[in-house]
């Protein structure tokens, strides 16, 4: 059982790259979430699925894409990469029973540096 | 809106110290939960606790206490006897629908020996 895991765990892009973050879940979890974590602002929430086949936008969605193909796996894509996102990037999942307060569990982090 | 605060940016202490992070929270619902996270210098995100607004009962866990107190819209942990392990960052958060959480910016604990 590994949880949450994420991949890769650092990368650098230059200003005007792609990527894409590969987040997996082997908890049999409906909800998932992509945070940024900046100095000094905690955990920003960006996109979050409730379940296969659903997206949502967070507090800060702005240059950012998801995509939750499958259950286990919810996808963070940088179409265009800028230096402001910059930024340690946490996957997270909880189990949900459609109420709040369900824990989440988070992955190990991204660490991405824009150029 | 919701919305965490977390006033103490960076806390000192030497061992064996007691600390309080202190955390207040804004929100109209009624229903609502609290959590502490942990971010130790590794990185990851280890949960602590959660309280529910109906709750409002001190916790107690080994050298850890919570006191909830909605009166003040606070949700503050104690550490007791504090060792170096310690030493992290701390986040506040609150979920109020759709179990999204908002964070607050967390606060830094320095444990010295």
């Known amino acids: 059982n590994a949880g949450v895991t994420q991949t890769p765990k650092f990368r650098v892009l230059k200003t005007g790259q792609s990527m894409t973050l590969l987040c997996a879940q082997d908890m049999n979890h409906e909800y998932m979430y992509w945070y940024r974590q900046d100095p000094g602002m905690g955990l920003r929430l960006i996109h979050y699925?409730?379940?296969?086949?659903?997206?949502a936008k967070g507090e800060v969605p702005d240059g950012y894409n998801v995509s939750r193909l499958k259950k286990q796996n919810f996808l963070l894509g940088l179409e265009s990469a800028a230096p402001s996102q910059t930024s340690v990037y946490f996957c997270?999942?909880?189990?949900?029973?459609?109420?709040?307060?369900?824990?989440?569990?988070f992955g190990p982090g991204t660490r991405l540096t824009v150029t | 809106a919701q919305k965490v605060t977390q006033a103490q940016t960076e806390i000192s202490v030497v061992e064996k110290e007691d600390v309080t992070l202190d955390c207040v929270y804004e929100?109209?619902?009624?229903?609502?939960?609290l959590f502490w996270y942990k971010q130790p210098p590794s990185g990851e995100l280890v949960f602590l606790i959660r309280?529910?607004?109906?709750?409002?009962q001190n916790e107690i866990s080994g050298r850890y206490s919570w006191n909830f107190q909605k009166s003040t819209s606070s949700f503050n942990f104690t550490i007791t006897a504090s060792q170096v392990v310690d030493s992290a960052v701390y986040f506040c958060?609150?979920?109020?629908?759709?179990?999204?959480?908002?964070f607050g910016a967390g606060t830094i604990l320095r444990v010295k020996s």
């Open positions: 929100t109209r619902d009624t229903t609502y939960y």
């Open positions: 699925s409730v379940g296969e086949g659903t997206t």
């Open positions: 997270a999942s909880s189990y949900s029973s459609g109420l709040a307060g369900d824990e989440q569990y």
């Open positions: 309280r529910n607004s109906f709750d409002e």
């Open positions: 958060a609150l979920n109020v629908y759709g179990n999204k959480l908002v």
